[in-house]
């Protein structure tokens, strides 16, 4: 499999149309690879929150129609990181999209965790309920999104229901980095799985990105990892590593507690 990571670069002095027409070009560039993901938020800027109410869309608003046009002519399924989507009740999410090489949208994530603290996304936003997996011809995809990387219930969920591949698109601080890495390295061995974590790089309101976006492997091992500023990070791996993997080292099959409710 061949995946390729955009970390894109969110400034202040790019509209949100030009940047959406750029990702789309982006996309259209990885001609060749099997799977491309963009980060959180993208179009706004993580942290940008007070952008998040004028910036929303529903969910097949002009991101839909732009990604589900650039993965059908590149012939690549896309997961298109994020977008501040207005639902039907009104209320604003942090909404994942993925397609199909077709362009057919064949999974929506809203984002579980919201972060901010009691301000910001946690309270701006409402939140998701459901993890969500996607199956590809070979393999299946966990899809989570940047503050869900520090709960690793959710991941083990995604593990139960099959995922291979974790995929996280984020806007993840600077000044976090080292944790951005320990964690994704941490979710990758626990589960014994690939992590595909995506972020972005630039400034969003102020909060300078941290970029590194990184593809690590079921033993933990960094398999490629960008830099600061924005690039294209491609990977080429097995998925039949996974396998593979649990069944030299069968951790999985130890485990004991979230198996069953409690009793009593």
């Given at each position: ?240 590593k996974v396998a593979r993997t649990r069944e030299q080292f069968p951790a999985l099959k130890d485990r004991v507690l979230g ?6």
């Open positions: 499999m061949r995946a390729s990571l955009i970390q894109i670069a969110v400034n202040e002095d790019e509209t949100v149309e030009a940047r959406r027409v750029r990702a789309a070009a982006l996309v259209r560039e990885q001609a060749g690879a099997d799977l491309v993901v963009l980060p959180e938020l993208w179009t706004t800027g993580a942290f940008a929150f007070e952008e998040f109410d004028a910036a929303a869309e529903p969910l097949r608003g002009p991101t839909y129609e732009a990604m589900a046009k650039a993965a059908s002519d590149t012939g690549v399924w896309l997961h298109a990181g994020s977008v501040p989507e207005r639902g039907p009740d009104g209320r604003l999410y942090n909404t994942s999209l993925v397609f199909s090489p077709a362009g057919d949208l064949t999974a929506s994530y809203r984002k579980i965790h919201r972060f901010g603290f009691d301000k910001g996304e946690a309270v701006l936003m409402g939140a998701g309920r459901e993890p969500v997996t996607v199956r590809l011809p070979d393999t299946t995809l966990g899809v989570a999104t940047c503050y869900d990387l520090r709960f690793p219930e959710l991941f083990r969920s995604l593990v139960d229901a099959g995922a291979e591949i974790l995929v996280v698109p984020a806007g993840w601080p600077e000044r976090r980095r080292a944790h951005w890495t320990l964690l994704a390295q941490a979710r990758a061995v626990e589960n014994q799985a690939f992590v595909l974590a995506c972020g972005t790089a630039g400034t969003h309101a102020g909060v300078p990105q941290a970029g590194h976006s990184i593809v690590v492997d079921p033993w933990g091992e960094v398999l490629a990892q960008a830099g600061a500023d924005e690039e294209v990070l491609t990977v080429e791996f097995d998925p039949v198996l069953e409710p409690p009793r009593g």
